[in-house]
Structure formats: C-alpha cells, structure tokens
C-alpha cells in the first residue's frame, strides 16, 4: 500500500469515527441544540466553501470573462502533466479539439479502479464519495480549488434567477438530520448559511402540514433540493386552496428527474419559477433550465458530447474543466437527453445545442413504514462512507413491509460495516420492516440490459 492509499484511509477511518460520534451526540440532544450543532457546521462549511476562490470565479460567471478555447488546452496540459494515465497524449494548440477527441472514453469502473492513479493534489484535496443513483458505488476526490469554482457556478445560476448568496433559502435533502423519533420536526437551522433544512426522506402525509407551517414560518427567498419533496408541499399548498403570503423568487430542485406536473404543480403553488438543474456526484458539468423551458449548457464548467440512440434520443459522454483531483474525462455517464436534431454526434465545443429534456434520472421511490416516500437519491446515501466496500447495491420492495436488499459487496466488507449499512435502511423505511439481504456476484439485468436501482412491486402511483 503506497503512503498516499495509506493516508488517505487512516483519514477516512478518522472521519468516520468522528461522524458516528458526532451523530450519537447530536441525536440524543434537544432540538434546540440540534440547531446550534447545525449551525456550527454550516460555519464550517462556509468557511471551507467560500473563500477567495468562490469570489474570483463567482465574478468570472457573472461577467463572462470564461475562455472555453484556452480552459481546454489548461485542462489538457494538467492532464498531461499531473495525471499519470494522461502522461503521452498529444497537446496540439492549434487544434485543440481533435486533441481532445483522441483521448479515450470512460466508464464508472475505470473511475473506480484507477483513482489513485488519478489522484493530483491542488490546494487541499479531500475525500468526496459519492454512491451514484444506479446502485453502483464511486469515491472521487476533489480540491478546494474544484469544490469553490462548482459553488461558485452554482450560486451563478441562482444569481441569474434573481437570488444572491446567502439569501434566505429553504432545502430539502438527504442529509440525515432527524433522529427516528423525530415527533414530527422535521427541520434544523442553519445560522450560516441563513437556511433551514428539511429531511425529506421523513416527509409523509402526517406531517406535511407542520413542514408547511414551518415553511411559511421562515419565508425563504428561494427553495432547493428534492423535487419529490417540495412536490408534497406543493400538493399540500394546492389542496387546500393556501396563497402563500411571502415571495419566492426561484425554486432550484436537484437530484432527482423534475416530471412534469411536478413542475406545473410547484409553480402554480408558489407562484414562481422553477429551474430545474442537472449534475452529478461524480463532478459532471452542470446543465440547467431557462424561461422557455429547455436546457442549456454549463460551457464554462465542461464539455458535453451527445452520441445519438434513437431518434431525438442522445448519451451524454461528460467531461468536467471544474473537477481537477479526480478529472472525469469523457465519462460515459449513463444519462440520456432529447435535442432536435439529424446529427449523429454533437459537442458543446464547436455546435449549439438546446436540450429540450434531460431523461435520464428517472427517480423511483420506495415506500417507508409511514407512508413517507423515499427516493432513489436518500437510499442512494446509505453507502457514504463506505463506498469502497459496496459495489453495487438494488432495492426491492415486495408489500409495505417486505424489503429485498440486493448487494455486490467488496473487500473489506464485515460485520462492522453490515450494521452500519443496515441500521441506515431502516431508519429510512423502517424498523420493523422485513428485509432480505442477498449478496450477489453480480446485480440481475433487465432485458434491456440496464440494471433497476429501486423496484416498487407495489402498483403505487407515487406522482
């Protein structure tokens, strides 16, 4: 084991003992403290998140001094230099494109296995796992450098929207911030960030209420996150016939595919507008919707190929200028989009593209022991931490109460580790809940050869 594998795992076993503890702490304190806690994190946070470097680029984006032809050829000589598997490409100036073309594609299994041969340290690099939607498990790296330039763009797209940082903001995410025995409260401030946050994976009918009146409580300027989240409030808003009495400027889901009479009904409940956002955990460029409902390209964060599949119907291969300790370089990363178009191929670089819809993050949700629906993206975060011990993993839900845990562990796996990764499904779906655990070779296939995160045997409509 090489100095830096072996740092970099007495750091992460470092980590993960102070976040069990911190988490046994937190949960067995009053609510109130819960919120100082919080509060305290996010300091820590913005601190790390929001220096000179989040500024510098926060102006770059906003008065459009990005070079897309020399970001290119900075990117392609940071491959050659610093990145061992990148070390003989060619570096050609002049056509820089037809450089960049010759590099190989990607696969998640490639990003998997040879990431410490992609590890480059620039500023302080930090460990940043990410599961991904599909069941498969990835762990990448990235800089303070890469974590300030993807805040930053961020908060350009809201600042396009009509919100500027640190405006009060309302978040619907993943984040485990309630103890099982929640009562109800749903919601932790965070001071810092002049945001509250809300756990969407206990949302349920029962509650959504008391979310409301918090909500409304707070007034935000802007609300974030889950889509499937914020759709219950909306719902509930809809219902019973609530004006809200405050204005919200932009709502910005992410995460999660936005359908449609999502869309409609969040807009017409908050009398506002959505704009929908795209990316991904692995340090995909960002794509985000505009006023008349199509999609356009984050140029200034990567570049976007499109090979076609069907009619109308293109794979996204990514390839991300903002993510340096771990370059994701023409990733094939299992999204598909429609563009209008006859072309075979198309790249962001050198054609104009307008993506009419992003099809390729399909949430299915599965259904907890309140009736409270969880996503693919909450169960997604049950292997954080642990992502070099899971491969893959796939949930089945039989009836309200029979689970089939489908696994692909790897080494390193133990009972240590089982009971980590169970004890977080059941406080998403359940304690008393029933659940199978299979450990598999490999995940089964559909027909279509894709492999289902989630499947509800349940016949639910969950729109």
Do not use: C
Request: no cysteine; aromatic share 12%; net charge positive.
């Amino acid at each position: 084991m090489t100095a830096i594998k072996l740092r970099n795992k007495v750091m992460r076993m470092i980590r993960k003992s102070i976040d069990a503890a911190s988490r046994r702490i937190y949960y067995k304190s009053p609510v109130v403290i819960q919120h100082a806690l919080t509060s305290a994190y996010g300091y820590k946070l913005k601190r790390e998140r929001y220096g000179d470097n989040y500024y510098k680029a926060l102006d770059m984006y906003t008065n459009k001094e990005s070079d897309d032809h020399q970001a290119l050829i900075d990117f392609m000589h940071h491959l050659k230099t610093h990145i061992p598997v990148y070390k003989n490409i060619d570096v050609d100036e002049a056509d820089i494109l037809n450089s960049f073309l010759k590099l190989p594609k990607t696969t998640k299994s490639q990003l998997r296995y040879e990431l410490d041969a992609r590890s480059y340290k620039k500023g302080q690099i930090r460990f940043s796992g990410t599961s991904g939607t599909t069941g498969a498990s990835l762990a990448v790296y990235d800089s303070e450098y890469d974590r300030a330039k993807r805040m930053a763009y961020l908060d350009y797209i809201k600042r396009r929207n009509g919100v500027e940082p640190f405006s009060r903001r309302a978040s619907f995410s993943g984040q485990e911030l309630t103890p099982p025995n929640h009562r109800n409260h749903l919601w932790r401030y965070n001071l810092a960030m002049n945001q509250l946050l809300y756990a969407s994976y206990h949302l349920s009918p029962k509650n959504i209420s008391d979310v409301y009146k918090s909500l409304a409580h707070f007034r935000p300027l802007s609300i974030d996150g889950f889509p499937s989240a914020i759709h219950m409030v909306a719902k509930y808003i809809l219902a019973n016939n609530i004006t809200i009495d405050w204005q919200v400027e932009s709502i910005f889901p992410n995460a999660e595919t936005l359908l449609p009479q999502m869309k409609r009904d969040i807009e017409l409940a908050f009398h506002t507008t959505v704009v929908d956002q795209y990316a991904s955990g692995e340090g995909a460029p960002f794509i985000y919707s505009i006023a008349d409902g199509t999609y356009e390209l984050g140029r200034e964060t990567g570049i976007f190929e499109f090979e076609k599949v069907e009619r109308n119907i293109y794979e996204m291969v990514v390839t991300s200028l903002i993510n340096t300790a771990t370059p994701i370089v023409r990733y094939r990363i299992g999204d598909h989009v429609e563009i209008h178009s006859d072309r075979p191929y198309l790249n962001s670089f050198s054609d104009d593209i307008r993506i009419t819809r992003i099809i390729g993050r399909q949430a299915d949700y599965l259904l907890g022991s309140n009736h409270n629906r969880v996503s693919s993206v909450a169960m997604a975060r049950v292997v954080e931490g642990i992502e070099d011990k899971v491969k893959s993993f796939q949930f089945v839900q039989k009836d309200l109460t029979h689970f089939i845990v489908n696994m692909v562990i790897d080494r390193g796996y133990d009972e240590k580790t089982e009971r980590l990764f169970t004890n977080r499904v059941r406080r998403r779906l359940g304690i008393n809940n029933h659940y199978q655990f299979n450990y598999l070779d490999s995940m089964p296939h559909e027909k279509s050869g894709k492999v289902r995160f989630i499947i509800n045997e349940l016949g639910i409509d969950h729109a």
